[in-house]
């Protein structure tokens, strides 16, 4: 199960953090908000499917951490 994740420099997301309920999580927004960003660096994380072009415009990389069962996950 996911715990948390951590995200900076990826599309929309600056710097975030996002703690997950063990039970259900929602992600709700107005348009263009960065939900749709979130799936995309799960799966950048999760699978190494990267989505092109996916660093915050300026900046020069990207680290994505993601906590599952207490192992933590990371690409840059």
Aim: overall charge negative; proline content about 4%.
């Amino acid at each position: 199960m996911i715990g948390s994740i951590v995200i900076t420099n990826f599309q929309a997301h600056k710097d975030l953090y996002l703690e997950l309920d063990p039970y259900i999580t929602s992600i709700v927004g107005p348009s263009d908000a960065g939900k749709s960003s979130i799936i995309r660096f799960l799966r950048w994380v999760m699978l190494n499917d990267a989505p092109g072009d996916f660093t915050t415009w300026g900046e020069t990389f990207s680290i994505g951490q993601v906590y599952v069962d207490g192992i933590r996950i990371v690409r840059k």
